[in-house]
């Protein structure tokens, strides 16, 4: 099916029949009349999938938007920002089901309809008592441009809104799909300290559009890495209502394929800013594992390569110390074979066959200086690869996580 994807502004109100609005509680003391509880809705009736951070320890509002998701319509998402509520023991889940069921009440709808979602510092109770009366107010301040008050509302050490939304032409159907999202540190592959929310107009099968999801974020947001931390918060939250009209898409509909690289743009893109603004990042860094024997092997060497705090710290400094990125990918476990790696920085070879090459040093410093570059690494043991967004380790990382 010929299809084109064009990115217009609009965020996760671009999708028709989604309004968006936040407001202050004060939650953080250090809020400063920031807006800090925000609300996404449907205004007909939607389905739902998500992704959740896979840490063990999982936070209260994520247990509930879990049991919630199994309800077959969804019309809500709610957030907080400035506390997880998470390790809050039973006081912590009561917590995040009164939250929808306050939603409900103030939206006339049904509590499973609802999915929560909260950002911040772990083991404090959320405040209820300033959040009751301010949910009560949110179906007013309901906006059908009202991407970028949620945006605003959801970051924490964020130091930009993220947002990003495309309008789909396939064939004779056209149909948005628009995202937000959240996260600067503790952000880790398989999900991160980061939150998305997202929307389309398309009418979808509850199942089918999970199996989207799926795909999407594991070529995006299970691809992105700031410090090796994972949160207990994560979460991706996908709704669509089915506004664009036209047929349900199920398994084997021709607008799937369209759908699918949309969605897988809108992630990737919002993954990126995430990285971009990862907490004291001076460097961007794509890693690439190619000539893999297997996926896991790829996999496994990217990742120990974009986690390695003696190479973050060493692009950090502008030093393409390559010898740190070849003990990496020794110690990740995949099947190598030294005398077979080379490392390239931005196309120039720093290792070859295993050994320095013969590119200058000062060459490859250049490439390191640069805010974005990109490490290839090629085991030349097959065909398969992996790619993950990384960045340096600063300073001011370390000042920033001294304390909260």
């Given amino acids: 099916m010929e299809s084109a994807i064009v990115e217009i502004k609009g965020g996760v109100t671009l999708s028709a029949g989604f309004r968006a609005g936040a407001i202050y509680c004060g939650i953080k003391r250090s809020n400063l009349d920031k807006p800090d509880l925000a609300i996404i809705v449907s205004d007909r009736p939607a389905v739902a999938a998500a992704a959740f951070t896979t840490n063990r320890i999982k936070a209260a509002p994520v247990k509930v938007s879990q049991a919630h998701l199994r309800a077959p319509e969804t019309r809500a998402f709610l957030v907080n920002s400035g ?23 103030a939206l006339g709808l049904r509590e499973r309809q609802v999915l929560v979602c909260s950002t911040g ?7 209820m008592e300033k959040m009751e009366p301010r949910i009560a107010e949110l179906p007013a301040l309901l906006k059908s ?12 050490s964020d130091t930009f809104e993220k947002e990003f939304s495309v309008r789909v032409t396939a064939g004779s159907r056209v149909f948005h799909l628009g995202g937000i999202a959240k996260g600067a540190g503790m952000i880790d592959p398989n999900m991160a300290t980061m939150l998305a929310f997202l929307t389309t107009d398309l ?16 070529k995006s947001f299970n691809r992105i890495t700031v410090d090796g931390d994972m949160s207990t918060n994560d979460t991706v939250l996908l709704m669509a209502n089915g506004a664009a009209g036209g047929a349900v898409v199920r398994a ?3 607008v799937l394929g369209p759908f699918q690289e949309a969605l897988n743009q809108v992630t990737r893109n919002l993954a990126r800013m995430i990285v971009e603004d990862g907490e004291g990042v001076t460097k961007f860094v794509e890693v690439q594992v190619i000539g893999a024997a297997t996926y896991q092997d790829a996999r496994k060497a990217a990742e120990a390569i974009a986690n390695s705090t003696l190479v973050k710290c060493a692009w950090n400094g502008g030093d393409p110390n390559w010898g740190r990125i070849v003990d990496a990918v020794g110690y990740s476990t995949s099947k190598v074979r030294e005398e077979l790696i080379d490392v390239y920085y931005d196309g120039l070879i720093a290792v070859q066959n295993g050994m320095a090459s013969n590119t200058p040093v000062e060459e490859l410093k250049k490439a390191v200086a ?7 690494v090629n085991l030349h043991l097959g065909t398969a690869q992996y790619m993950v967004y990384t960045t340096d380790l600063s300073p001011e990382y370390v000042d920033l996580n001294r304390s909260e």
């Fill in 121 to 127: 510092r772990i083991g404090v109770q959320l405040p």
């Fill in 83 to 105: 506390n997880a509520n998470a390790c809050t023991g039973v006081q912590g889940i009561e917590n995040a089901k009164h939250m929808t069921r306050l939603t409900a009440k």
């Fill in 145 to 156: 441009d009202g991407s970028n008050f949620v945006a605003k509302a959801i970051m924490t």
């Fill in 370 to 376: 640069n805010d974005r570059f990109t490490v290839t």
């Fill in 252 to 254: 084997g509909d021709p």
């Fill in 203 to 218: 009418p979808f099968e509850k199942k089918e559009l999970q199996r989207c999801l799926g795909i999407a974020v594991e």
